[in-house]
C-alpha cells in the first residue's frame, strides 16, 4: 500500500469516512475500493459515494482526492486518463464493441497518482496494469472537474479520434456505443 495518515479533518467527507471506520488513509483506500461500480444519483455530490455505497472511476477518486486535500496528504494527484477502452482491458463492456468496425473506444478514467505511482480505486478487481500500455493522454485535474469539465473533455476527445481516424461512424453511434459498454459494467 502507500504510506498511510490519520484522518484528522472535521469537514463532512472526512467525518462520512470516519463514520464508516476509516480513520486512516490506507484504511479509506480499502473502503473505497471495495464499494460496488455505480453511477450516484447526483454525480455533483461525493458525499453520495458514502451514503449511496458506490461510485464510478469519477465519484470514488474524486472523494479520495478532496479528502487527501482536507486532510493535507502529500502527493495525491487526481488524473483524468485517456485510454483504449476495449474487451481485453476492460472485461466487463461484454461484446459491444465486436458489432462494429472498431477495436476501442476512447474512454475517459479517473484515477489517482501518489508518490506518482498510479492506482486505480475503481473496483476490487480494479488494475491499473491492465490499462497502463492502452493510456493515450493524461490531465491532472481537481475533484470538482469530474462532473461537466470530465464530460465535455471527454465527448471533444472522441470527436477528434473520430475524424484522426477518419471513421465512417458519427459521434452520435460512438457514444451511444460507448454508453452500452458503461451499462454493462454497471449491470
Excluded at 451514503?51 to 482536507?70: D, F, Q, W, Y
Excluded at 505511482?117 to 475503481?122: H, I, K, V
Aim: glycine share 4%; net charge positive.
Amino acid at each position: 500500500m502507500v504510506s498511510d495518515y490519520i484522518l484528522n479533518s472535521t469537514d463532512k467527507l472526512t467525518q462520512l469516512a470516519i463514520s464508516n471506520d476509516c480513520k486512516s488513509w490506507n484504511t479509506l483506500l480499502i473502503f473505497i475500493k471495495s464499494l460496488p461500480y455505480g453511477r450516484n444519483k447526483n454525480r455533483f455530490d461525493l458525499s453520495l459515494v458514502f451514503t449511496e455505497k458506490r461510485g464510478t472511476c469519477s465519484s470514488k477518486h474524486a472523494v479520495l482526492s478532496e479528502i487527501a486535500n482536507l486532510n493535507k496528504i502529500p502527493n495525491v494527484k487526481l488524473i483524468l486518463g485517456m485510454y483504449k477502452m476495449n474487451k481485453q482491458n476492460t472485461p466487463g463492456i461484454g461484446n459491444v464493441l465486436l458489432s462494429s468496425t472498431i477495436h476501442y473506444i476512447p474512454e475517459a478514467h479517473c484515477y489517482l497518482k501518489i508518490q506518482g505511482t498510479p492506482f486505480d480505486f475503481t473496483s476490487e478487481s480494479a488494475d491499473f496494469n491492465r490499462l497502463k500500455n492502452d493510456i493515450i493522454y493524461e490531465k491532472e485535474i481537481m475533484s470538482q472537474q469530474v462532473t461537466d469539465f470530465k464530460v465535455q473533455f471527454h465527448k471533444q476527445f472522441v470527436k477528434s479520434w473520430i475524424k484522426k481516424q477518419k471513421l465512417i461512424e458519427d459521434f452520435e453511434t460512438i457514444w451511444l456505443l460507448r454508453e452500452q459498454c458503461i451499462e454493462n459494467l454497471s449491470s
